[in-house]
């Protein structure tokens, strides 16, 4: 008849297989955190973006050659983590004929390495 008690081979079988479980849960957070962080990062590039364009397509068409670059800083705060990230919004205008222009704004930052995002839209003299 076996007894009902556990050995201690098994409990210490049993704790490894736990621990082990439980270490490769514990990697999953800091890659979903960096996930998380560098989404948010692209909505706030594509904010901008967006922003840019619709502020360019506000203008009249003689002004839009006048737009410059400039630098955006922005403070995000989620669950208590704060991080600042500084954003250059560029416009660039390509003339493809006198009544058409291309307007390509490109947003672009630095956190742990360089990264941009680049919207385009086309604005007509009518």
């Known amino acids: 008849m076996r007894p009902k008690a556990l050995s201690l081979l098994e409990l210490v079988v049993a704790v490894g297989v736990f621990a082990t479980a439980f270490l490769l849960l514990l990697g999953v957070f800091p890659t979903a955190t960096r996930a998380i962080r560098l989404a948010n990062e692209y909505l706030t590039a594509s904010f901008l973006a967006e922003q840019e364009i619709e502020t360019v397509r506000g203008l009249a068409f003689e002004d839009i050659d006048d737009v410059s670059p400039r630098e955006v800083t922005v403070q995000t705060t989620n669950r208590a983590i704060t991080a600042d990230a ?38 007509a003299d009518y």
């Open 86 to 123: 500084s954003y250059t919004v560029e416009v660039v205008k390509d003339d493809l004929n006198p009544d058409l222009k291309e307007v390509r704004v490109l947003v672009s930052w630095t956190r742990e390495r360089s990264r941009s995002l680049e919207l385009s839209t086309y604005v």
